[in-house]
């Protein structure tokens, strides 16, 4: 088990802060203003048609992460340094605890790479943050519930206003369209990958890592079918690690550590992939 000495000091999300708040206070709380106003329907539908042709860029998975090494997070109230660091905190915990699961530490290392998003002009409200399915009732248990849709164009729509909105009770949660970003867009990226090996586990993982309502609000059950309540452990098992190693200390130590993640990439996740 991963010892988390505080598990209180993270998510912590401060309602409407003023200027009397840290500057990453406002930050976050901006970027889920923006979010909940933007993310519908529609927009996904059309972030699913511009990203989902994968004709944006070829690059390997390492060179994807690298790219993290310029961009922060504003929507993370817990990481202020560029993401990077994160990626190897996450891989390198999960090494320690589970050193015979090489797929899981590879999950570590690029559940995020879905952020390069960001750095093809995205704003982060389309790619950072917890996620939420669209097209039904916005659940209680999302950051920030309360005072950040009310300009959103689904909010009160006749359909999508309603529990099930344009799902059914339990149709799983790959039938339901989540509120873009990167865990969405690194999924179908690997899947579109046709040499990536890595199991269905860890496809899971990142495609749902962020869907906070669900994994910890224990909401959205009604859309889920057995294959998302089977694997909700497993989401659980990693979100421990995405959390809780977040530090601005003790950064890791990348060109030592890069061989070795290098060889997990050969194994799953062989060469360039199309973006
Ligand atoms: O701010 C964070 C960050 O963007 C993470 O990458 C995401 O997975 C979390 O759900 C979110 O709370
Ligand atoms: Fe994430
Ligand atoms: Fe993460």
């Not at 923006?34 to 860029?57: A, E, G, N």
Request: with cysteine; glycine share 4%.
């Amino acid at each position: 088990m991963l010892q988390v000495e505080n598990p209180a000091t993270f998510r912590h999300y401060i309602d409407e802060p003023t200027e009397n708040d840290s500057i990453i206070a406002q930050r976050v709380f901006n970027t889920y203003k923006q979010m909940h106003t933007y993310q519908c329907v529609d927009f996904v539908r059309k972030q699913h048609d511009r990203w989902l042709k994968f004709d944006h860029d070829r690059m390997t998975i390492y060179q994807a992460l690298e790219k993290l090494n310029e961009f922060i997070d504003e929507s993370d109230p817990d990481v202020d340094v560029p993401n990077i660091y994160h990626a190897f905190q996450t891989a390198e915990a999960i090494r320690k605890i589970y050193p015979d699961q090489d797929w899981f530490h590879l999950t570590g290392l690029i559940h995020d790479c879905g952020k390069v998003l960001a750095l093809y002009n995205e704003p982060q409200w389309a790619v950072t943050g917890d996620t939420f399915p669209v097209g039904c009732q916005f659940s209680e248990k999302i950051v920030y519930r309360k005072n950040t849709f009310e300009n959103n164009p689904d909010l009160n729509h006749p359909i999508y206003s309603t529990k099930y909105g344009m799902y059914t009770p339990n149709c799983g949660l790959d039938q339901c369209m989540m509120a873009w970003g990167h865990d969405e867009y690194l999924y179908r990226v690997l899947s579109n990958h046709p040499t990536c090996t890595l199991p269905d586990e860890s496809l899971y993982i990142i495609r749902y890592h962020s869907f906070y309502p669900w994994h910890a609000g224990n909401d959205y059950m009604y859309l889920c079918n057995e294959k998302d309540l089977r694997m909700l452990e497993s989401v659980r098992r990693f979100q421990k690690f995405d959390l809780y190693t977040k530090t601005d200390h003790d950064l890791p130590n990348i060109d030592e550590l890069k061989p070795y993640y290098l060889s997990l990439i050969e194994k799953y996740i062989p060469g360039l992939v199309a973006w």
